[in-house]
């Protein structure tokens, strides 16, 4: 589990330097919009490395498709939406603000996810510590952006 953990921390700590690097990549290019489709280029070759070296590649069959829910399609234009914001905002409010902006919204609406068993995911009541946890964090963004 622990392993898990840091997993996620290495995604936190990419996902802190990642809309500096898109946001550099929109000011060299003079194009934010290219720099978005290079960004997502090279998220898709990522990828597929990782389908090569992994062995887990080939396309799902027709009944599979099927049974995909109609709101699972759209986590491409959730990526897109991340990545316009990234390129556009993040160097405006900083990054101490953006990636509290970014967390905070992403924590609040989680909670609201588990607690209604939305998208997916397993019925986690949203308790007070939790409610009180989304709290914080909402005073917390709330002062890295004033100070």
Do not use: C
């Not at 921390?9 to 929109?26: D, F, H, I, T, Y």
């Not at 759209?74 to 405006?92: I, N, R, T």
């Amino acid at each position: 589990m622990l392993f898990l953990y840091g997993i996620a921390l290495l995604a936190g700590l990419a996902s802190a330097v990642e809309p500096g690097q898109n946001a550099a990549l929109a000011k060299s290019l003079a194009r934010p919009l290219l720099a978005g489709v290079v960004s997502l280029a090279v998220s898709i070759g990522a990828f597929v490395v990782i389908m090569l070296v992994t062995g887990r590649y080939g396309l799902p069959g027709m009944d599979r498709l099927a049974q995909v829910p109609w709101w699972a399609w759209l986590g491409g234009l959730m990526s897109a939406v991340l990545a316009a914001a990234q390129l556009y905002l993040s160097k405006e409010i900083g990054a101490a603000t953006f990636l509290g902006l970014i967390v905070t919204a992403g924590v609040v609406t989680s909670i609201l996810l588990d607690h209604f068993g939305l998208v997916g995911f397993k019925v986690h009541p949203a308790g007070l510590w939790r409610l009180l946890g989304g709290a914080l964090m909402i005073g917390g963004v709330g002062l890295v952006a004033r100070f």
